[in-house]
């Protein structure tokens, strides 16, 4: 059975995450921060020869992934993919408004008016359903449209991939934090993923396991 090693990183902060904003399928740039938290992350996983490196569609993540890839002395041979299927959670209507506006519009559906309430009363998947059932448009994904599109990226991780293989996936706060809840929800304590952070999983043909969750402090030896 293949088995492969992905460290997912979290995309350094944006404007639009400095301003509380909510950031699904749309897209800003990284702040001078954001640009800090890229390159932090390139320097903890130089060391690590990859065989490929992946990262969402969205701008922030490619340049995210830019700098990670400028800081591996292996970079010329790191063959780099923008896959769809690694983007943030579709907000559809709440794209760009203000985060606490939002929840407090969402939890009006069930009593409940901020994010942390409705997160820990009702957890990740049915939030989404939720946002999903608010939207007025209806484009907001839903939890099974949200895992059907990232059960396909890692398929499509699988079928590039060899036994033994080391890649790199720049994605989102809320995906990596959904991935976490998922597969080892013992690892999810309510802490938003932080920008720039990794977080290692070993994945084989039909399971996937975390090794750690939201590590800032990891450096590859």
């Not at 059932?133 to 991780?157: H, I, P, Q, T, V």
Request: hydrophobic letters at 35%; aromatic letters at 12%; proline letters at 2%.
């Amino acid at each position: 059975m293949k088995t492969f090693t992905a460290y997912f990183v979290r995309h350094g902060q944006t404007m639009l995450n400095h301003y509380n904003k909510i950031q699904g399928w749309i897209d800003s740039p990284l702040t001078e921060k954001g640009i800090a938290d890229a390159k932090r992350a390139g320097q903890q996983l130089k060391a690590i020869n990859f065989n490929a490196a992946y990262s969402s569609d969205s701008g922030r993540a490619i340049e995210t992934a830019s700098y990670i890839l400028k800081a591996n002395p292996e970079n010329i041979n790191i063959i780099s993919y923008q896959f769809p299927e690694f983007r943030e959670q579709c907000h559809g209507y709440f794209e760009g408004n203000d985060a606490n506006q939002m929840w407090q519009f969402v939890g009006e559906q069930v009593q409940l008016t901020s994010e942390s309430d409705v997160l820990a009363k009702f957890g990740l998947e049915k939030a989404r359903d939720l946002i999903h059932k608010a939207d007025l448009y209806g484009e907001a994904e839903s939890n099974a449209m949200f895992w059907e599109r990232l059960d396909r990226g890692f398929n499509k991780l699988r079928a590039n991939s060899k036994d033994g293989d080391q890649v790199f996936v720049v994605s989102h706060g809320m995906t990596i934090r959904s991935i976490i809840d998922r597969y080892a929800p013992e690892l999810d304590v309510g802490v938003p993923t932080i920008n720039g952070s990794i977080s290692k999983l070993t994945i084989t043909d039909n399971d996937i396991k975390v090794d750690f969750f939201n590590r800032t402090d990891f450096v590859a030896k």
